[in-house]
């Protein structure tokens, strides 16, 4: 066996080398004015204790993943995992999970509303048997603080009514957003985890019950504070997607989450559709031109929202994105050609009107959304 200054020199980092006990994981998107603080912060927070941050950043255009490769030339613990052309928080938590080697991981966000100074805390639970620590507002010691308005509050306690009858167990406040976690139990759930979705604990629990693993949880309690920089995340486009998830899990994954903005937008298409045939026609249009016309700008408005917000993780651009409307222009055709078939079968069968068309209109949103999921935005 060779003893030569390489295997020396290896030898010798070997030994000062601390493996992580602890990852922290930042999930990021236009987080740059609040990195290195953060990073401050969790250093401190952390003291002794062996610790790395990844930064799983969404090519954010304000340069949060150049400053996280600065400061990794200065500080051996803190590394970027830059994504391009994939977007989601839960999905960049996992990523950020399956590349540590640290037997625990939390998640903590990049704004500094989070306490970080609780980490110690947290650690210090599931060193003593808890699968999942959850940073709770709501519970001894919690408080929602300035870091939440009165409507968003009203809005929180709303969704945590909302999760509550999905979790199985007893969490304060499982749309927390702050959690420390074994690795290994994460993983295990991860295949089966919401891709698309804005909160990843709620899904991280419920999934873990339904695999007949149970988290053993414990909380710690936290002041929530107000966002150092930047800007907030929250839109109705995060809430309709905690919905999708909600009726997800509901469902028993039945229905994906992406499903329910799917379905939205395709109500929002027959608005589009309607409104254009009114006005053509009252235009003195024939209704064959009538029809034709708003069926197509009903097709373009539905392509655009779901490239836009069913599809934002998956987006087309350039040429894929003529191909995508081509493609998806087909699968709706075909997709109404299946409402009409499914339609006419079952008044056939019983004569009622409602229920056939009714039938016919769910068959062809499942065969729309199966369909350009896998082929447009595959």
Known sequence: MSTGPVTTLAAEQHSNFRPPQLAVIVPSYNERDNIELLYEKVALALGGTPWEMIVVDDDSPDGTADLVNELSRVYANIRCLRRFGRRGLASACVEGMAVTSAPYVAVIDGDLQHDEAILPTMLEKALAGADLVVG???????????????????????????????????????????????????????????????????????????????????????????????????????????LGLWFSKLTNGALPPSFLLFGLVGGTGVVVHLVTLAALTALGQGFLVSQITATLLAMGWNFVLNNNLTYADRKLRGRRLVTGFISFCAICALGGIANISVANAIYQWDHQTFVAGLSGAIMSSVFNYAVTRAFTWK
């Open 136 to 242: 709770s507002r709501f519970t001894d010691g919690g408080s929602a603080g300035e870091g939440l308005s009165q409507t968003r509050l009203s809005g929180s306690n709303f969704a945590n009514k909302l999760a509550g009858m999905i979790a199985g167990q007893a969490v304060s406040d499982p749309m927390s957003g702050f959690f420390l976690i074994r690795r290994d139990a994460a993983l295990k759930a991860a295949p089966k985890l919401a891709s698309d979705g804005f909160k990843i604990l709620i899904d991280l629990i419920v999934t873990s019950a339904r695999m007949g693993q149970p988290l053993k949880v414990a909380e710690v309690g936290y002041t929530f504070r107000p966002r150092h920089a930047g800007e907030s995340k929250m839109s109705p486009l995060v809430v309709i997607q905690y």
